[in-house]
Protein backbone atom coordinates (compact mmCIF):
# COMPACT_ATOMS: atom_id res chain seq x y z
CA UNK A 1 0.00 0.00 0.00
CA UNK A 2 1.34 3.50 -0.99
CA UNK A 3 0.94 4.68 2.34
CA UNK A 4 1.43 8.42 1.94
CA UNK A 5 -1.00 8.17 -1.08
CA UNK A 6 -3.48 6.79 1.84
CA UNK A 7 -2.85 9.71 4.34
CA UNK A 8 -3.48 12.50 1.42
CA UNK A 9 -6.13 11.01 0.44
CA UNK A 10 -8.36 12.81 3.17
CA UNK A 11 -10.01 9.32 4.66
CA UNK A 12 -8.33 10.10 7.70
CA UNK A 13 -9.61 13.42 8.40
CA UNK A 14 -13.14 11.68 7.26
CA UNK A 15 -12.46 8.99 9.84
CA UNK A 16 -11.48 11.60 12.80
CA UNK A 17 -14.70 13.66 11.58
CA UNK A 18 -16.81 10.73 12.12
CA UNK A 19 -18.17 10.94 8.43
CA UNK A 20 -16.72 6.91 7.47
CA UNK A 21 -19.39 4.01 7.30
CA UNK A 22 -18.04 1.53 9.74
CA UNK A 23 -15.91 -0.47 7.80
CA UNK A 24 -14.06 1.77 6.32
CA UNK A 25 -13.80 2.90 9.96
CA UNK A 26 -12.46 -0.84 10.83
CA UNK A 27 -10.04 -0.41 8.42
CA UNK A 28 -8.31 2.76 9.50
CA UNK A 29 -8.15 1.47 12.68
CA UNK A 30 -6.44 -1.24 11.35
CA UNK A 31 -3.97 0.51 9.29
CA UNK A 32 -3.23 2.65 12.11
CA UNK A 33 -2.28 -0.03 13.82
CA UNK A 34 0.13 -1.43 11.67
CA UNK A 35 1.43 2.07 10.72
CA UNK A 36 2.89 4.01 13.21
CA UNK A 37 3.17 7.18 10.90
CA UNK A 38 -0.93 6.97 10.01
CA UNK A 39 -1.49 6.44 13.55
CA UNK A 40 0.50 9.51 14.63
CA UNK A 41 -1.61 11.84 11.57
CA UNK A 42 -5.19 10.63 13.41
CA UNK A 43 -3.83 11.21 17.06
CA UNK A 44 -3.00 15.10 15.96
CA UNK A 45 -6.16 15.76 13.75
CA UNK A 46 -8.05 13.77 16.97
CA UNK A 47 -5.84 16.15 19.09
CA UNK A 48 -6.67 19.09 16.70
CA UNK A 49 -10.88 18.38 16.57
CA UNK A 50 -10.74 18.59 20.06
CA UNK A 51 -9.57 22.17 20.50
CA UNK A 52 -12.12 22.90 17.71
CA UNK A 53 -14.82 21.58 19.79
CA UNK A 54 -13.85 23.00 22.99
CA UNK A 55 -14.60 26.45 21.15
CA UNK A 56 -18.01 25.45 21.73
CA UNK A 57 -18.05 24.37 25.45
CA UNK A 58 -20.50 25.47 27.73
CA UNK A 59 -21.18 25.24 31.42
CA UNK A 60 -24.33 23.06 31.63
CA UNK A 61 -26.66 23.53 34.63
CA UNK A 62 -25.96 22.26 38.14
CA UNK A 63 -28.54 19.87 38.59
CA UNK A 64 -27.24 17.46 35.94
CA UNK A 65 -24.17 17.02 37.68
CA UNK A 66 -26.35 16.68 41.60
CA UNK A 67 -28.57 13.73 39.48
CA UNK A 68 -25.56 11.91 37.88
CA UNK A 69 -24.65 11.54 40.84
CA UNK A 70 -27.31 10.66 42.67
CA UNK A 71 -28.00 7.93 39.43
CA UNK A 72 -24.30 6.59 40.11
CA UNK A 73 -24.66 6.02 44.19
CA UNK A 74 -28.14 4.37 43.24
CA UNK A 75 -26.83 2.15 39.98
CA UNK A 76 -27.49 -1.08 41.51
CA UNK A 77 -30.74 -0.42 43.73
CA UNK A 78 -34.24 -1.03 41.68
CA UNK A 79 -35.15 2.62 42.95
CA UNK A 80 -31.77 3.84 41.50
CA UNK A 81 -32.09 1.67 38.35
CA UNK A 82 -35.90 3.48 37.79
CA UNK A 83 -34.00 6.92 37.74
CA UNK A 84 -31.87 5.95 34.54
CA UNK A 85 -33.28 6.25 31.04
CA UNK A 86 -35.13 2.89 30.11
CA UNK A 87 -32.38 2.05 27.85
CA UNK A 88 -29.55 2.40 30.30
CA UNK A 89 -31.03 0.19 32.76
CA UNK A 90 -29.07 -2.93 33.39
CA UNK A 91 -32.65 -5.37 33.26
CA UNK A 92 -33.78 -3.44 29.96
CA UNK A 93 -36.69 -3.96 28.59
CA UNK A 94 -38.86 -1.91 31.03
CA UNK A 95 -41.73 -0.99 29.96
CA UNK A 96 -42.99 1.72 31.70
CA UNK A 97 -41.72 5.30 32.17
CA UNK A 98 -39.65 6.08 34.84
CA UNK A 99 -41.12 9.56 34.88
CA UNK A 100 -43.87 9.23 37.42
CA UNK A 101 -41.70 7.37 40.09
CA UNK A 102 -40.69 8.56 43.61
CA UNK A 103 -37.81 9.02 44.26
CA UNK A 104 -36.07 9.78 47.95
CA UNK A 105 -33.33 12.39 47.01
CA UNK A 106 -30.68 12.32 50.14
CA UNK A 107 -27.12 12.01 50.56
CA UNK A 108 -25.92 10.05 53.76
CA UNK A 109 -25.53 12.91 55.95
CA UNK A 110 -28.41 14.41 54.75
CA UNK A 111 -30.52 11.08 55.77
CA UNK A 112 -29.30 11.46 58.84
CA UNK A 113 -30.17 15.28 59.57
CA UNK A 114 -33.59 14.07 57.68
CA UNK A 115 -34.02 11.38 60.06
CA UNK A 116 -34.00 13.34 62.82
CA UNK A 117 -35.85 15.89 61.78
CA UNK A 118 -38.43 13.08 61.14
CA UNK A 119 -38.84 12.09 64.63
CA UNK A 120 -39.50 15.80 65.73
CA UNK A 121 -41.64 15.88 62.92
CA UNK A 122 -42.84 12.56 63.79
CA UNK A 123 -42.95 13.58 67.80
CA UNK A 124 -44.63 16.82 66.68
CA UNK A 125 -47.92 15.01 64.69
CA UNK A 126 -48.24 12.67 67.41
CA UNK A 127 -48.73 15.60 70.03
CA UNK A 128 -51.02 17.25 67.87
CA UNK A 129 -52.79 14.17 67.38
CA UNK A 130 -53.38 13.67 71.24
CA UNK A 131 -54.44 16.89 71.59
CA UNK A 132 -56.91 16.71 69.08
CA UNK A 133 -58.26 13.46 70.30
CA UNK A 134 -59.08 15.08 73.63
CA UNK A 135 -60.62 17.88 71.77
CA UNK A 136 -62.74 15.88 70.19
CA UNK A 137 -63.76 14.15 73.04
CA UNK A 138 -65.05 17.44 74.83
CA UNK A 139 -66.38 18.73 71.18
CA UNK A 140 -67.97 15.32 70.63
CA UNK A 141 -71.22 16.98 69.59
CA UNK A 142 -69.61 18.69 66.74
CA UNK A 143 -68.84 15.52 65.44
CA UNK A 144 -68.92 16.72 61.63
CA UNK A 145 -66.33 19.18 62.09
CA UNK A 146 -63.76 17.51 64.51
CA UNK A 147 -64.44 14.29 62.58
CA UNK A 148 -62.49 15.74 59.47
CA UNK A 149 -59.94 17.40 61.21
CA UNK A 150 -59.30 13.48 62.98
CA UNK A 151 -59.47 12.09 59.61
CA UNK A 152 -57.31 14.77 58.20
CA UNK A 153 -54.82 14.24 61.10
CA UNK A 154 -54.80 10.09 60.88
CA UNK A 155 -53.50 10.70 57.58
CA UNK A 156 -50.93 13.58 57.88
CA UNK A 157 -49.55 10.89 60.48
CA UNK A 158 -49.66 7.90 58.15
CA UNK A 159 -48.18 9.65 55.66
CA UNK A 160 -44.82 10.69 58.06
CA UNK A 161 -44.94 7.12 58.89
CA UNK A 162 -45.38 5.92 55.65
CA UNK A 163 -41.95 7.71 54.25
CA UNK A 164 -40.21 6.97 57.47
CA UNK A 165 -40.68 3.20 56.17
CA UNK A 166 -39.69 3.78 52.94
CA UNK A 167 -36.73 5.42 53.88
CA UNK A 168 -35.66 2.54 56.31
CA UNK A 169 -37.06 0.11 53.50
CA UNK A 170 -34.79 1.35 50.96
CA UNK A 171 -31.93 0.30 53.45
CA UNK A 172 -33.13 -2.94 53.57
CA UNK A 173 -33.29 -3.04 50.12
CA UNK A 174 -29.46 -3.08 50.18
CA UNK A 175 -28.85 -5.96 52.21
CA UNK A 176 -30.91 -9.08 50.32
CA UNK A 177 -29.98 -11.91 49.70
CA UNK A 178 -27.12 -11.96 46.39
CA UNK A 179 -29.55 -14.36 44.55
CA UNK A 180 -32.63 -11.86 44.79
CA UNK A 181 -29.84 -9.16 43.66
CA UNK A 182 -28.78 -10.92 40.85
CA UNK A 183 -32.55 -10.63 39.69
CA UNK A 184 -32.61 -7.16 39.36
CA UNK A 185 -29.94 -6.85 36.82
CA UNK A 186 -31.01 -10.30 35.28
CA UNK A 187 -32.44 -9.04 31.67
CA UNK A 188 -34.61 -12.05 31.44
CA UNK A 189 -36.64 -10.04 34.48
CA UNK A 190 -38.98 -7.14 33.19
CA UNK A 191 -39.28 -4.67 36.45
CA UNK A 192 -42.35 -2.66 36.07
CA UNK A 193 -43.65 0.19 38.71
CA UNK A 194 -46.86 -0.15 39.60
CA UNK A 195 -49.48 2.53 39.63
CA UNK A 196 -52.00 3.27 42.02
CA UNK A 197 -55.58 2.42 42.11
CA UNK A 198 -58.22 4.99 42.60
CA UNK A 199 -58.58 5.88 46.09
CA UNK A 200 -55.08 4.67 46.68
CA UNK A 201 -53.20 6.81 44.21
CA UNK A 202 -49.50 6.42 45.29
CA UNK A 203 -47.64 3.68 43.26
CA UNK A 204 -46.42 1.16 46.13
CA UNK A 205 -44.73 -1.98 44.96
CA UNK A 206 -42.81 -3.09 42.03
CA UNK A 207 -43.76 -6.02 40.52
CA UNK A 208 -41.22 -8.63 38.19
CA UNK A 209 -41.83 -11.27 35.53
CA UNK A 210 -39.16 -13.56 34.34
CA UNK A 211 -39.41 -14.32 30.79
CA UNK A 212 -38.27 -17.42 30.66
CA UNK A 213 -39.18 -18.88 33.98
CA UNK A 214 -42.87 -17.12 34.22
CA UNK A 215 -41.62 -16.41 37.72
CA UNK A 216 -43.48 -13.21 39.54
CA UNK A 217 -41.90 -11.40 42.22
CA UNK A 218 -42.89 -8.35 44.10
CA UNK A 219 -40.84 -5.44 45.72
CA UNK A 220 -43.03 -3.89 48.15
CA UNK A 221 -42.01 -0.18 48.83
CA UNK A 222 -45.25 1.05 51.30
CA UNK A 223 -47.75 -0.67 51.15
CA UNK A 224 -49.92 -0.03 54.64
CA UNK A 225 -50.08 -3.30 56.79
CA UNK A 226 -53.21 -4.83 56.10
CA UNK A 227 -56.12 -4.78 58.72
CA UNK A 228 -57.23 -7.75 61.03
CA UNK A 229 -58.85 -10.74 59.05
CA UNK A 230 -57.29 -9.10 55.99
CA UNK A 231 -54.48 -9.63 53.39
CA UNK A 232 -52.99 -8.60 49.93
CA UNK A 233 -53.57 -10.83 46.98
CA UNK A 234 -51.73 -10.73 43.59
CA UNK A 235 -53.66 -11.34 40.75
CA UNK A 236 -52.71 -11.65 36.90
CA UNK A 237 -55.44 -10.60 34.50
CA UNK A 238 -54.30 -12.40 30.55
CA UNK A 239 -57.44 -12.16 28.05
CA UNK A 240 -59.27 -10.85 30.59
CA UNK A 241 -59.26 -13.97 32.99
CA UNK A 242 -58.08 -12.80 36.22
CA UNK A 243 -55.93 -15.68 38.06
CA UNK A 244 -54.55 -15.96 41.70
CA UNK A 245 -50.77 -15.03 41.88
CA UNK A 246 -50.19 -15.56 45.65
CA UNK A 247 -50.47 -13.56 48.56
CA UNK A 248 -48.11 -11.33 50.02
CA UNK A 249 -46.12 -10.71 53.00
CA UNK A 250 -46.76 -7.19 54.30
CA UNK A 251 -44.75 -6.68 57.57
CA UNK A 252 -41.95 -3.82 58.25
CA UNK A 253 -39.18 -6.42 57.90
CA UNK A 254 -40.62 -7.68 54.28
CA UNK A 255 -40.60 -4.31 52.71
CA UNK A 256 -37.77 -3.54 50.23
CA UNK A 257 -37.04 -7.14 49.46
CA UNK A 258 -38.54 -9.40 46.59
CA UNK A 259 -41.10 -11.83 47.51
CA UNK A 260 -41.53 -14.98 45.30
CA UNK A 261 -44.85 -15.45 44.08
CA UNK A 262 -46.77 -18.53 41.63
CA UNK A 263 -45.08 -18.54 38.24
CA UNK A 264 -47.61 -17.84 35.44
CA UNK A 265 -47.37 -17.90 31.77
CA UNK A 266 -48.19 -15.04 30.27
CA UNK A 267 -49.55 -11.86 32.33
CA UNK A 268 -50.71 -8.75 30.98
CA UNK A 269 -51.66 -7.06 34.18
CA UNK A 270 -50.74 -7.51 37.34
CA UNK A 271 -53.25 -6.47 40.50
CA UNK A 272 -52.74 -6.01 44.26
CA UNK A 273 -56.02 -6.38 45.88
CA UNK A 274 -56.97 -6.12 49.20
CA UNK A 275 -59.10 -9.13 49.94
CA UNK A 276 -60.72 -10.78 53.47
CA UNK A 277 -58.68 -13.45 54.76
CA UNK A 278 -59.76 -16.98 52.98
CA UNK A 279 -61.20 -14.97 49.81
CA UNK A 280 -61.86 -16.93 46.88
CA UNK A 281 -61.52 -13.83 44.88
CA UNK A 282 -65.01 -13.40 44.17
CA UNK A 283 -65.97 -9.84 43.18
CA UNK A 284 -67.24 -7.46 45.56
CA UNK A 285 -64.82 -8.63 47.86
CA UNK A 286 -61.56 -7.54 46.48
CA UNK A 287 -59.98 -3.52 46.78
CA UNK A 288 -58.26 -2.82 44.02
CA UNK A 289 -54.32 -1.15 45.24
CA UNK A 290 -52.08 -1.21 42.98
CA UNK A 291 -52.03 -1.80 38.69
CA UNK A 292 -49.23 -2.75 36.78
CA UNK A 293 -48.95 -3.49 32.96
CA UNK A 294 -46.68 -5.82 31.64
CA UNK A 295 -45.51 -5.63 27.91
CA UNK A 296 -42.98 -8.19 27.07
CA UNK B 1 -9.17 21.72 30.76
CA UNK B 2 -7.47 18.76 30.53
CA UNK B 3 -4.16 20.53 31.03
CA UNK B 4 -5.18 21.55 33.96
CA UNK B 5 -5.24 17.93 35.41
CA UNK B 6 -4.43 16.58 38.55
CA UNK B 7 -5.15 13.13 36.88
CA UNK B 8 -3.69 11.14 34.55
CA UNK B 9 -5.59 9.81 31.39
CA UNK B 10 -4.53 6.20 33.08
CA UNK B 11 -5.55 7.20 36.57
CA UNK B 12 -9.01 8.60 35.32
CA UNK B 13 -9.86 5.27 33.54
CA UNK B 14 -8.65 3.51 36.78
CA UNK B 15 -10.69 5.50 38.48
CA UNK B 16 -13.91 4.61 36.67
CA UNK B 17 -13.10 0.99 36.91
CA UNK B 18 -12.65 1.24 40.58
CA UNK B 19 -16.17 2.73 40.76
CA UNK B 20 -14.25 5.64 42.18
CA UNK B 21 -16.81 8.62 42.92
CA UNK B 22 -14.96 11.45 43.31
CA UNK B 23 -12.67 10.52 40.02
CA UNK B 24 -16.20 10.59 38.22
CA UNK B 25 -17.00 13.92 39.75
CA UNK B 26 -14.13 15.28 38.90
CA UNK B 27 -14.11 13.86 35.23
CA UNK B 28 -17.63 15.54 34.62
CA UNK B 29 -16.56 18.64 35.63
CA UNK B 30 -13.24 18.83 33.68
CA UNK B 31 -15.16 17.62 30.72
CA UNK B 32 -18.84 18.23 30.83
CA UNK B 33 -18.43 21.73 29.36
CA UNK B 34 -17.07 20.55 26.18
CA UNK B 35 -19.44 17.52 25.95
CA UNK B 36 -22.34 19.60 26.52
CA UNK B 37 -21.22 22.31 24.09
CA UNK B 38 -21.59 19.13 21.62
CA UNK B 39 -24.90 18.26 22.49
CA UNK B 40 -25.97 22.11 22.08
CA UNK B 41 -24.44 22.21 18.72
CA UNK B 42 -26.30 19.22 17.70
CA UNK B 43 -29.74 19.28 19.36
CA UNK B 44 -29.88 23.44 20.21
CA UNK B 45 -32.51 22.43 22.54
CA UNK B 46 -31.11 22.76 26.68
CA UNK B 47 -33.27 20.36 27.65
CA UNK B 48 -32.89 17.81 25.38
CA UNK B 49 -28.91 18.54 25.43
CA UNK B 50 -29.19 18.22 29.31
CA UNK B 51 -30.41 14.95 28.97
CA UNK B 52 -28.39 13.64 26.11
CA UNK B 53 -25.40 14.69 28.45
CA UNK B 54 -26.78 12.98 31.52
CA UNK B 55 -26.89 9.63 29.26
CA UNK B 56 -23.21 10.19 28.01
CA UNK B 57 -21.82 10.25 31.56
CA UNK B 58 -24.14 7.17 32.24
CA UNK B 59 -22.56 5.93 29.36
CA UNK B 60 -19.21 6.66 30.58
CA UNK B 61 -19.61 4.85 33.74
CA UNK B 62 -21.22 1.88 32.75
CA UNK B 63 -19.31 1.20 29.76
CA UNK B 64 -15.46 2.81 30.93
CA UNK B 65 -14.54 -1.73 30.42
CA UNK B 66 -15.26 -0.80 26.46
CA UNK B 67 -12.41 2.30 26.32
CA UNK B 68 -9.81 0.65 24.26
CA UNK B 69 -6.79 3.03 25.21
CA UNK B 70 -5.00 1.96 21.51
CA UNK B 71 -7.51 3.75 19.57
CA UNK B 72 -7.48 7.37 20.92
CA UNK B 73 -7.44 9.19 24.24
CA UNK B 74 -9.51 9.17 26.90
CA UNK B 75 -11.66 12.22 25.52
CA UNK B 76 -11.84 11.26 22.24
CA UNK B 77 -14.09 8.23 23.38
CA UNK B 78 -16.25 10.65 25.13
CA UNK B 79 -16.41 12.89 22.35
CA UNK B 80 -17.29 10.44 20.29
CA UNK B 81 -20.06 9.07 22.76
CA UNK B 82 -21.18 12.59 23.35
CA UNK B 83 -21.26 12.85 19.53
CA UNK B 84 -23.03 9.60 18.37
CA UNK B 85 -25.83 9.84 21.76
CA UNK B 86 -26.31 13.42 20.62
CA UNK B 87 -27.06 12.44 17.19
CA UNK B 88 -29.09 9.28 18.01
CA UNK B 89 -31.53 11.73 20.12
CA UNK B 90 -31.48 14.10 16.84
CA UNK B 91 -32.59 11.69 14.91
CA UNK B 92 -34.84 10.03 17.30
CA UNK B 93 -36.25 13.55 17.09
CA UNK B 94 -37.20 13.03 13.70
CA UNK B 95 -35.99 16.39 12.94
CA UNK B 96 -36.13 16.86 8.71
CA UNK B 97 -32.96 17.76 7.10
CA UNK B 98 -33.90 21.42 6.89
CA UNK B 99 -34.75 22.05 10.48
CA UNK B 100 -31.04 20.74 10.67
CA UNK B 101 -30.17 23.44 8.14
CA UNK B 102 -31.78 25.87 10.13
CA UNK B 103 -30.31 25.08 13.40
CA UNK B 104 -26.84 25.36 11.64
CA UNK B 105 -27.53 28.61 10.70
CA UNK B 106 -29.13 29.60 13.70
CA UNK B 107 -25.54 28.14 15.08
CA UNK B 108 -23.53 30.74 13.10
CA UNK B 109 -25.14 33.49 15.50
CA UNK B 110 -23.34 32.30 18.40
CA UNK B 111 -20.20 32.44 16.55
CA UNK B 112 -21.32 36.27 16.53
CA UNK B 113 -18.28 37.32 19.86
CA UNK B 114 -20.82 39.42 21.53
CA UNK B 115 -23.56 36.07 21.64
CA UNK B 116 -20.16 33.87 22.56
CA UNK B 117 -20.44 35.09 26.34
CA UNK B 118 -19.29 31.51 27.28
CA UNK B 119 -16.50 30.72 24.80
CA UNK B 120 -13.35 29.29 27.43
CA UNK B 121 -10.82 32.62 27.28
CA UNK B 122 -8.05 30.31 26.09
CA UNK B 123 -10.30 29.39 23.43
CA UNK B 124 -11.00 32.91 21.99
CA UNK B 125 -8.13 32.85 19.94
CA UNK B 126 -9.01 29.80 18.58
CA UNK B 127 -12.41 30.11 17.89
CA UNK B 128 -11.80 33.79 15.95
CA UNK B 129 -9.49 31.55 13.72
CA UNK B 130 -11.97 29.17 13.23
CA UNK B 131 -14.42 32.14 12.30
CA UNK B 132 -12.24 32.55 9.71
CA UNK B 133 -13.30 29.62 7.91
CA UNK B 134 -15.33 30.56 4.76
CA UNK B 135 -19.03 30.07 5.80
CA UNK B 136 -19.79 26.91 3.09
CA UNK B 137 -17.14 25.26 4.73
CA UNK B 138 -18.19 25.88 8.13
CA UNK B 139 -21.19 25.07 7.11
CA UNK B 140 -20.78 21.55 5.76
CA UNK B 141 -18.34 20.45 8.94
CA UNK B 142 -21.36 21.33 11.05
CA UNK B 143 -23.50 19.04 8.67
CA UNK B 144 -21.35 16.34 8.86
CA UNK B 145 -19.64 16.48 12.07
CA UNK B 146 -22.67 17.91 14.60
CA UNK B 147 -25.88 16.75 12.47
CA UNK B 148 -24.48 13.50 11.14
CA UNK B 149 -25.85 13.96 8.46
CA UNK B 150 -24.11 11.77 5.40
CA UNK B 151 -22.29 13.08 1.65
CA UNK B 152 -24.67 12.28 -0.36
CA UNK B 153 -27.68 14.35 2.48
CA UNK B 154 -25.17 17.01 2.55
CA UNK B 155 -24.99 16.65 -1.19
CA UNK B 156 -28.94 17.04 -1.41
CA UNK B 157 -29.42 19.71 0.98
CA UNK B 158 -26.87 22.22 -0.09
CA UNK B 159 -27.73 21.05 -3.59
CA UNK B 160 -24.10 20.82 -4.52
CA UNK B 161 -22.69 17.37 -6.79
CA UNK B 162 -21.63 14.78 -4.23
CA UNK B 163 -18.20 15.18 -5.74
CA UNK B 164 -18.08 18.50 -4.77
CA UNK B 165 -19.23 17.49 -0.97
CA UNK B 166 -15.88 15.50 -0.79
CA UNK B 167 -13.36 17.66 -1.67
CA UNK B 168 -15.14 20.79 0.45
CA UNK B 169 -15.31 18.69 2.86
CA UNK B 170 -11.99 17.62 2.62
CA UNK B 171 -10.72 21.31 1.93
CA UNK B 172 -12.37 22.62 5.17
CA UNK B 173 -10.68 19.82 7.38
CA UNK B 174 -7.26 20.74 5.72
CA UNK B 175 -8.29 24.38 6.23
CA UNK B 176 -9.88 24.02 10.03
CA UNK B 177 -6.50 21.96 10.24
CA UNK B 178 -4.11 24.55 9.40
CA UNK B 179 -5.98 27.66 11.44
CA UNK B 180 -5.72 25.50 14.21
CA UNK B 181 -2.27 24.55 14.05
CA UNK B 182 -1.47 28.45 13.92
CA UNK B 183 -3.25 29.24 17.16
CA UNK B 184 -1.43 26.08 19.07
Not at chain 2, 22 to 44: E, N, Q, R, T, W
Amino acid sequence: MDINHYISSGVLESYVYGLLPEDEVAEVEAIALQYPEVKEIVEDLQFQKEEFVKCYAVTPPPEIKARLMLIIRNESTPEGELILPQELRLNNPVPQSPASTPVVKMTPTAAKKKERRWKFIAAAAIIVFAISVGVNFFFATDTNDYKARYEKLIAAQKQITDDKELESNQTASLQESEEDKKLIKDPNVIWVKASGYNTHPDGAVTIGWNTVSHEVYLINWRLPIPPEGKQYHLRTITGGKPADAGILTITPASNGKIQHLKPSTAPQTLVVTLEPTGSTGAPGQAEIYQVAELNP
Amino acid sequence: MAAASTYTEAELVQGLQARNEKIFSYLYDHYSPALYGVALKVIADETTAGDVLQEVFVKIWRSIDKYDATKGRLFTWMLNIARNTAIDSLRSKAYKLDQKITDVDNLALLNEPQLAVYLQVDHLGLSKAVERLQKEQRTIIDLAYYKGCTQEEISKALDIPLGTVKTRMRNAIMQLRGLLKQQL
